[in-house]
């Protein structure tokens, strides 16, 4: 179908539409005046007047933030399999010139890519991709991978360029390479466990403790191989440091190759100095074994007159059920994406035994995954990794909607309009507004 198809069918099902994308429009032109302020004629009286509307805080991270600074675009917002009207997860971070980001990578990656950008700008989008985080390793979340890197690869095998990282639990890496044994993947691997605070700090306090030996710069900044220190003098090294029974670096290298590890660790750094942030930490949730969140933050700022504005931070929860480790990696975050596999019924309570599956399935409901939020401060929330029982709009209690957003395929958050954010959601209940009114 044509777009003008779409549109003319749009308008002729909700006459009101016409009035809503007016209104919509406001809140972007309004942001130089009273953004809060959205007029509401008598063709949308049927949509309720949310009372915080009317919010003027603003992080200092987005004080004079760019539109070409960051983009958060989700690709795939169902769970278990895809549907006619979901895909299953995958979120594209986009940081522009400085490159990309993909948060999973479910089955139809790719796809969704092309659909949301047109082929060339898709394979310009893989081209760029600096790394790629995998939560854990059931299939949603991840059989999407390899076709990524397979493209990828091809399109980069003329120019001079550096294996992507692949962050993720340590199952994927034999999964990654029983496919390798078909074709080269060009990838670097990087075990999830290595990339949590504690694993990042004891990597530094091995490099402050090995510096009289080799160098920070023969681990992190050297482009070539010629002082690198070798297989056995780092394994000499690391045996001593982490000899201590239950020591902080015992549990640090308690999995794989130190060598590999520290391979990994370098390119993360170069990674993250390249695409201008300052760190992507991962940390253990409740799911399923190696199971993980992963926190994103950039890098501080000064503005014209030399003022340090803080970085953006961006918390995405991968499927847990709510916990501490979430609540801590969320405090402050400037935008928390949280699985809500499980909804609450409109104007009602929990629909009948959806608390009780998410507790067997270990997901978590909208309202648990919202007062995660809450509870961390997080600024804005957008909840995603729906059960595809729902696969236009989930049900959802407005009460709990004070600073948070319904993720759909496609949809496509730009930093700079996380402000409005939640001021959307009246219009997707007038753009679904025949479903929910079923749904009552």
Partial sequence: MAHAEIIDELH???PDIVVAAHNVSQLWSASTGSIGGISYTQDVTNMVKEPWLNEKTLPSCLENIKRDDLEIVLLGTGSSQPSKYRNVSS?????????????DCGEGTLGQLKRRYGVDVADN??????????????????????????????????????????????????????????????????????????????????????????TTGDLINSEDN?????????????????STRGSYMQSYWRSGCPVDNAAGMKSLKKVLYDIGLEALISFPVVHCPHAFGVVLKAAERTNSIGQV?????????????????????????????????????????????????????NHSTTEEAIEVGNSAGAYRIILTHFS????????????????????FDMMSVNVADLPVLPRVLPY?????????????
């Fill in 309 to 361: 504005i803080p970085g953006w931070k961006i918390v995405y929860s991968g499927d847990t059920r709510p916990c501490l480790e979430l609540v801590e990696a969320s405090h402050g975050a400037t935008l928390l994406i949280h699985e809500a596999s499980s909804c609450i019924k409109l104007f009602a309570t929990f629909e009948d035994g959806m608390v009780e599956e998410a507790v067997a399935k």
């Fill in 226 to 242: 010629s002082n690198k220190p070798t297989n056995s003098q780092m394994a000499q090294k690391i045996d001593f440091t982490s």
């Fill in 12 to 14: 002729s099902e909700i």
């Fill in 91 to 103: 979120i594209y971070i986009n940081l522009f010139s400085k490159g990309g980001l993909l948060f």
């Fill in 125 to 214: 989008a893989v081209r760029a991709l600096r790394c790629i985080w995998i939560s854990h390793i059931h299939a949603d979340h991840h059989t999407g991978l390899a076709r990524i890197l397979a493209l990828r690869r091809d399109l980069l095998k003329e120019e001079p360029h550096d294996p992507v990282l692949v962050v993720g639990p340590r199952q994927l890496k034999r999964f990654l390479d029983a496919y390798q044994r078909l074709e080269d993947l060009d990838m670097m691997f990087l075990d999830s466990w290595h990339t949590t605070e504690a694993s990042l700090n004891a990597f530094e306090v091995l490099i402050d403790s090995n510096k009289d030996h080799f």
């Fill in 428 to 440: 997707l209940k007038l753009l679904f507004r025949n479903m929910v009114e079923e749904d009552r």
């Fill in 388 to 407: 595809q029982r729902y696969p236009k709009i989930p049900v959802f209690d407005e009460v709990h909607m004070r600073n948070t957003c319904i993720a």
